[in-house]
């Protein structure tokens, strides 16, 4: 196995301890349940999705927001894949350091939003993983160094029977935004049985949703050895999104205008080049005795920690905590995404 970077090996071990005090960006204000920056840099326009439902964990929200209606999608599922050899990146993935959290919690956060049924992570035998909310499934590779259509076929085979369709990820896409996932979801009809996006010159099966009804299909396809995604594409009916589909999104536009949902890290310098982003910038708004002036202000976070933090607020019993207007856990590693809307107001305000 290659050697990992010296960034990368710090990587495994580093903490964000910074107060965050740089990262407002100005005063915001809401409109039409969007997010327009006054001041700071990336002076924008952001809209965030209209409300919907959302996933609950054994009566807790799990650090979910919501999306709109998935239409005629009874139900929907997600499936991150946390296996792999990682040979080029020279470690583990899924327990790399992004913001403070992992890469995997953070992918496992972002599917989580949409989700009705709780968010599938496969991982190769024996594999240790980072800390992960309780709601989230672990299910077991059980055809070691088969590639992604094995995990695809062990995810689809757990979801089989709980819901219909299933976006399925790699755990070092940390740039996914949940605008992206809703819309290929929505993308997929019923003449269709896989959304696959096609954009910056490649396609991009992991980053796609599949019916969960293929798990037989790609089980056989693995079992053959069959073991490339084109193989199953052979076998069922796709429908492919180019740049500009998925572009004429409007959310997508606003929120993920250069597409960087597609962004995979695959060795040290795409992760410490991805790492060294800006955080995605977010509206903060403190109610009640919490209240800030300047209220809501714009932060770059790309945690709930990081948000806090940026309003000098200590996440405790005593906070409550919504997420584009709905509530959920106060867990510091809740994943955000650019044009996220955090509110904290004290516990018992507005009963």
Not at 92 to 113: I, M, N, Q, Y
Request: hydrophobic letters at 45%; glycine letters at 10%.
């Amino acid at each position: 196995m290659a050697s990992a970077s010296p960034a990368l090996n710090a990587a495994r071990i580093r903490r964000t301890t910074s107060t965050f005090s740089d990262d407002i960006a100005g005063p915001v204000s809401l409109r039409g349940g969007g997010v327009r920056l006054h001041s700071g840099p990336g002076r924008s326009a952001l809209r965030r999705p209209a409300r919907g439902r959302h996933g609950t964990c054994a009566g807790r929200t799990c650090g979910r927001a919501p999306l709109p209606s998935l239409g005629d999608v009874d139900e929907f599922g997600a499936i991150v894949l946390a296996g792999g050899r990682s040979s080029r990146m020279g470690t583990p993935k899924a327990g790399l350091e992004w913001h403070g959290s992992t890469l995997l919690r953070r992918a496992v956060g972002l599917v989580g939003r949409t989700v009705d049924v709780p968010v599938v992570v496969v991982r190769a035998a024996g594999q240790e993983l980072p800390a992960l909310p309780a709601c989230v499934e672990i299910v077991q590779d059980a055809h070691e160094g088969r590639g992604p259509l094995a995990g695809i076929a062990a995810g689809l085979a757990v979801l089989a029977g709980r819901a219909e369709t299933a976006f399925v990820t790699s755990t070092d896409a940390p740039l996914l935004h949940p605008a992206f996932v809703h819309h290929v979801v929505r993308a997929l009809d019923g003449e269709h049985d896989v959304a696959v996006p096609e954009a910056h010159g490649h396609r991009h099966p992991l980053a796609a949703a599949y019916r969960t009804a293929l798990a037989p299909v790609v089980g056989e396809l693995v079992a053959g050895r069959r073991l490339r995604t084109a193989a199953l594409l052979e076998r069922c009916r796709p429908q492919r999104l180019d740049d500009r589909a998925l572009l004429a999104d409007p959310a997508i536009a606003a929120l993920d205008p250069e597409l960087d949902s597609l962004l995979n890290l695959n060795e040290p310098a795409d992760y410490e080049a991805a790492r060294a982003r800006p955080a995605p910038v977010v509206s903060v708004r403190c109610s009640g005795a919490l209240r800030r002036e300047g209220n809501p202000l714009a932060a770059r976070a790309a945690t709930l920690a990081h948000t806090a933090a940026a309003v000098k607020l200590v996440l405790d019993e005593h906070v409550l905590v919504t997420l584009n207007g709905e509530a959920i856990a106060p867990d510091p590693e809740v994943p955000l995404a650019t044009g996220d809307a955090v509110a904290f107001l004290t516990a018992g305000a507005g009963r």
